[in-house]
């Protein structure tokens, strides 16, 4: 029987945890850790309203609280495994020694759930807090068929598809707001003694003892105010530190149009950002509007159509992750040939995502000269 290999020592293993962290495929397991964290909320919560209550009045309404734990204990179990199937994934295809890969797989699924406990603090990270960010413009949807679009102008479309999946970055993002740095640490420790003064406040007030509630709502509101000071500071700080990394600060894209003359560099700019959660991509409401009253052209839900396709385009080309048929190569996104005679819609892609075209004219008549 072999012996078993010595545990890595814990600095060695933080090292190669940050090493497989820089991958793509890591944005993958978060999204695993960030589900697992939902459930994990929503079973604190029903646990806690069977706690807080006296139930012996209400029978059958304490059987359904059971019952609802009973399925998210459940579900809870499954996004576990399936958490830890994914972080193995990402330890097997690096260069982690196979006699160390279940401790580093470990090591990786803990710093995942970790790390999408502070994703909700994310909105710190970004230009602005997220409550000054506006809906989406309202309105119809303009309807633009594969036919009214000509074959230049499905070139176009394609080149401005290419470089929203593949945007030009000058520098690297050094985490601030996600490392363990201290101003980091101070937003955590004040969000969640913000949410544990508000938890108690309620079941004191609930309970009628106001002498405590009043002091945990005080608790509550110094918390607010340390983590809202934070918030400013992070806020300011990310201008400089995330200039030029992907959908995070900046909205101005590099697209290089098809032109024989060579004179086709031309600039987007839209406002594509990942949300509060730091895992979803959206078009802002600002930046849509301001594209729809400078061409005329109203997409609708084209824009929510467009980020949901620019992320799992990105997934699937530079995360490798997703299935289904991957594009005729980088430069046909949208269009792709068929019988190297005509471009046609890509399969689906209407289906898919609805109203998509019309957004990507809309961006199209928009362009700049750079």
């Known amino acids: 029987m072999p012996t078993p290999a010595e545990p890595l020592p814990a600095d060695a293993v933080d ?162 707001g996600e490392s363990a740095d201290p101003l980091t640490q101070t937003l955590e420790e004040a969000h969640a003694r913000l949410l544990s003064s508000d938890r108690l406040c309620r079941r004191y007030t609930l309970a009628g003892q106001d002498q405590l509630a009043l002091h945990y709502a005080l608790q509550a509101q110094t918390a607010e105010t340390e983590y809202d000071r934070a918030h400013a500071q992070i806020t300011a700080e990310r201008r400089d530190t995330l200039k030029g990394r992907p959908y995070a600060d900046g909205d101005t894209y590099h697209v290089h149009l098809p032109h024989p003359d060579g004179t086709g560099h031309h600039l987007i700019h839209l406002d594509v950002r990942y949300d509060a959660s730091g895992l979803h991509l959206e078009v802002t409401g600002d930046s849509a509007r301001r594209i729809e009253r400078r061409t005329g052209i109203r997409a609708g839900t084209g824009w929510s159509s467009l980020a949901r396709w620019i992320e799992d385009t990105h997934a699937a080309l530079v995360e490798g992750r997703g299935g289904g048929r991957r594009p005729q190569g980088h430069a046909h996104l949208i269009w792709e040939w068929q019988h190297d005679t005509r471009l046609v819609l890509r399969r689906h892609l209407n289906r898919d995502y609805p109203g998509l075209i019309a957004a990507l004219e809309a961006i199209r008549c928009a362009l700049e000269p750079a």
């Open 15 to 176: 090292l190669l945890v940050q090493e497989v962290r820089s991958r793509v495929t890591y944005r993958g397991l978060l999204l695993h850790a960030s589900a697992e964290l939902d459930t994990q909320r929503q079973l604190q919560e029903v646990q806690e309203s069977l706690e807080d209550h006296d139930w012996r009045t209400d029978p059958e309404h304490e059987r359904h609280l059971r019952q609802r734990v009973a399925a998210l204990e459940s579900q809870l179990a499954e996004q576990w495994t399936a958490t830890a199937a994914q972080a193995r994934r990402i330890v097997t295809t690096s260069r982690v020694p196979s006699e160390h890969r279940d401790q580093v797989t470990a090591a990786l699924a803990t710093h995942a759930r970790l790390e999408v406990q502070r994703r909700p603090l994310r909105a710190a990270q970004l230009n602005r807090p997220p409550a000054l960010r506006s809906a989406l413009p309202e309105g119809p949807a303009l309807t633009i068929t594969p036919e009214q679009v000509t074959h230049t102008q499905r070139e176009e479309q394609n080149a401005i598809a290419r470089a929203l999946v593949f945007p030009e970055t000058t520098e690297r993002d050094r985490g601030l």
